[in-house]
């Protein structure tokens, strides 16, 4: 939703086209989706370290699929099949997953 939001504002405030109009919408689509990445999981106490940065890169090279692409399937089914190496992995050995609290 990022990457759409800042495309259609870029849309809407400027009429030119060419190279430098697709530069700005990239990198304003990869800032955006990197700054709501970021305030979501810096709620979880996991990722309050340098452990965020891997997650931020991880989020780049999805958001670039979509972006170089055209597709969202390419960004969901990117982000879907790094979840599932995550599972086959398991909890204790990737940070991949949604924090898991043991009860207290």
Same mark, same amino acid.
């Given at each position: %939703?990022?990457?759409? +939001?800042? *495309? ?7 009429? /030119?086209?060419? @190279? ?8 304003? /689509? ?7 990445? $970021? =305030?979501?999981? $810096?709620?979880?106490? *996991? @990722? ?8 931020? $890169? ?14 969202? =399937? +390419?960004?969901?089914?990117? &982000?879907? /099949?790094?979840?599932?190496? +995550?599972? %086959?992995?398991?909890? *204790?050995?990737? =940070? &991949?997953?949604?924090? &898991?609290?043991?009860?207290?």
């Amino acid at each position: %939703m990022p990457v759409v +939001a800042a *495309e259609n504002i870029i849309n809407q405030s400027t009429s /030119a086209g060419g @190279f430098t109009i697709v530069l700005l919408k990239a990198v304003c /689509a990869i800032a955006t989706s990197l700054i709501i990445t $970021l =305030l979501y999981h $810096l709620g979880y106490k *996991e @990722f309050r370290n340098k452990s965020i940065l891997m997650v931020l $890169l991880g989020n780049t090279i999805i958001t670039l699929t979509f972006i170089i692409s055209g597709n969202p =399937l +390419a960004a969901v089914l990117s &982000h879907t /099949a790094m979840h599932v190496a +995550a599972v %086959m992995r398991g909890p *204790e050995t990737t =940070l &991949h997953l949604p924090p &898991h609290y043991g009860k207290q």
